[in-house]
């Protein structure tokens, strides 16, 4: 009796140090993936507050004292207050065109029977799979004949025309959902189908609405091969482009290129902090349903 | 679902969109057709050349090293990134203090501009003032320092490793997600039979979440094949064309060599590849799910 007392005691003893160990490996290892996630970011944002001088000589410490001007150079000298101006500019009406075209076409698409509905569908699905460095020259030379090169215009509809097929698949899916007693009672009271559109369908559409709005405008908020191919006026610049620009003339002030990039990264790092949810599942859903 | 009696709303309905798409997505790949076969370097007169850009195109050993490229891109995506995450969310994936915090910085980079990335991770692999090289002096490996992105045998690796670091996150969510769908009973059923966890995991976890394991390779395959603004930005395809993707060398010809014929044909030859990737994974998956 009291020998296997005392042999179940030392099982259980090692058991729970067994238990302390894997917790802490797993830990460890995830602490070390946050540490490998995170700190190229602390590191950059922590040396744009340092002298070019104290950065060479120390670059891991905190700064000894807090300096600002770095972000006066990015700010004045790489003109960054007009890069965001034009990446909200162009990112937003992008998306307002693109979310307001796609929802009417999914409207369609999921509320009506008609020929060839199926086909359009697939045809509209199908542009996912279009590889953006494909349509680079192309898309220049068909801008240049339109005489959009160089105007926000030359930005707005490829982010329109390639946010389109996850958006009208997004809505799509979503709206073909709701039960078709919804619009009957409508259209005996007698209204068209706009009008059902407007006042039923798009407010019953909201959550799908919210995802592709939030992936229309991280991905028009980020692009940046098109604006490298088709913007060429420095005051026309999106952020993205503004950025690699600005790095590559600044390529040994390295100081001045951290604070540049802390300036567009703060804004980004909050927008993601309040919102994480919905990025994440707008994100994450669209991938795997795409 | 209804039928109209006015089919022409429904063309209202769908035309804005379609047109737009259609324009600025579907014809600039046919666009690119057409200038293929052409030589034309964007002012004097086009002239039809035939196949002759493409017989050039592959007897450019520098476009095989950028094919070459595009396919350790892939492959370091598929088995760094999955497998990474993977990983770590099967270790997320149980009641633990701080996994909310673990996941919010497992996805920050995913949010992260390519361009503040591209930047922030040349500083971190600069030679004389970059985070890994004085890591290593500091800890002692001062002998393992390396010029990472000037020098060709190491460029490659130093941009996938990129890479990877950018979207693991991505794929450590879409797992931890699928993972919260393996229905609960099954693991109690299985923890009653005493099956340890590396046993769940094998022969219930895994294979519960395995169609989102394979829509993950796809994406990722999918994704890596866009890869340009990250290696513009970081490399621009040097040193020596050592990290050339096709995209870049297809940037470099057309719009530095002004060469838009000879681009054009690049174009296709990235359509062409990135569709038959695509359509060769996810025959092969499928296959594979029957």
């Known amino acids: 009796m009291r020998e296997s007392a005392v042999h179940y005691d030392t099982v259980s003893k090692q058991a729970r140090k067994r238990k302390i160990v894997k917790r802490s490996t797993i830990y460890l290892i995830l602490f070390l993936f946050t540490i490998v996630n995170a700190y190229p970011i602390f590191w950059m944002i922590m040396n744009s507050f340092k002298t070019g001088q104290e950065f060479s000589f120390d670059p891991f410490g905190l700064p000894n004292e807090w300096v600002f001007t770095n972000y006066v150079e990015a700010w004045v000298t790489a003109n960054i207050g007009s890069y965001f101006f034009n990446s909200l500019f162009v990112g937003i009406v992008a998306l307002l065109i693109c979310i307001l075209v796609g929802a009417f076409a999914s409207y369609f698409l999921s509320r009506f029977q ?42 707005i ?59 229309n405008f991280i991905n028009n ?70 | 679902m209804h039928l109209l009696k006015k089919p022409w709303i429904i063309a209202v309905g769908v035309i804005p969109a379609l047109v737009i798409y259609l324009i600025f997505s579907i014809v600039p790949i046919f666009i690119s057709f057409y200038y293929s076969l052409m030589s034309w370097n964007g002012f004097s007169e086009m002239q039809f ?8 195109v592959f007897q450019d050993s520098v476009f095989w090293v950028s094919v070459r490229n595009n396919i350790l891109v892939v492959l370091a995506s598929v088995f760094g990134q999955i497998p990474i995450a993977l990983a770590l969310a099967l270790l997320l994936n149980r009641k633990m203090k701080g996994a909310k915090f673990f996941r919010t910085i497992g996805f920050m980079p995913v949010v992260i501009s390519t361009v503040v990335i591209s930047i922030t991770w040349r500083m971190i692999y600069n030679s004389e003032y970059g985070m890994i090289n004085n890591f290593l002096e500091a800890i002692g490996l001062g002998f393992l320092q390396q010029n990472w992105l000037g020098d060709p045998t190491w460029a490659m690796v130093a941009v996938c490793i990129t890479i990877i670091w ?61 890869t340009f603004d990250l290696i513009f930005v970081m490399t621009s395809g040097g ?49 594979r799910e029957v």
């Open chain 1, 114 to 155: 008609f020929r060839g509905r199926n086909l359009l569908y697939g045809f509209f699905v199908v542009g996912l799979l279009v590889p953006i460095h494909a349509t680079l020259v192309p898309m220049f030379i068909l801008m240049q004949k339109l005489g959009f090169l160089n105007t926000h215009l030359a930005l």
């Open chain 1, 157 to 215: 509809f490829p982010y329109v025309a390639f946010n389109l097929p996850i958006t009208i698949f997004l809505l799509t899916s979503f709206m073909s959902s709701f039960p078709k007693e919804i619009e009957e009672s409508a259209i005996m009271d007698g209204c068209g189908p706009f009008r059902i559109f407007w006042s039923i369908i798009l407010p019953m559409s909201r959550p799908a609405l919210a995802t592709a709005v939030i992936l």
């Open chain 1, 221 to 290: 908020w980020n692009e940046f091969s098109f604006a490298l191919v088709l913007i060429n006026d420095k005051a026309l610049s999106t952020l993205p482009l503004g950025l690699a620009n600005f790095a590559g003339e600044y390529t040994t002030n390295y100081t001045a290129q951290m604070a540049g990039l802390t300036l567009v990264l703060i804004p980004t790092i909050l927008f993601y902090l309040i919102m994480e949810k919905q990025i994440v599942n707008g994100m994450t859903q669209g991938a795997v349903k795409g």
């Open chain 2, 49 to 56: 050349i035939g196949l002759a850009n493409f017989k050039e």
């Open chain 2, 166 to 226: 950018q979207f693991v996150g991505l794929y450590f969510i879409i797992f931890l997600s699928a993972l919260q769908t393996v229905p609960s009973e099954i693991l109690e059923a299985a923890d009653l039979d005493g099956a340890s966890e590396w046993q769940k995991t094998i022969h219930v976890v895994l294979p519960s979440i395995w169609n989102i394991i394979l829509i993950s390779v796809v994406l990722c395959i999918s994704g890596s094949l866009k």
């Open chain 2, 239 to 287: 040193p020596a064309n050592s990290t050339e993707v096709m995209a870049t060398y297809m940037y470099g010809k057309t719009f530095e060599g002004l060469r838009y014929g000879y681009g054009s044909a690049i174009s296709v030859l990235i359509f062409v590849f990135s569709i038959a990737l695509i359509l060769i994974t996810t025959k092969l998956l499928r296959r």
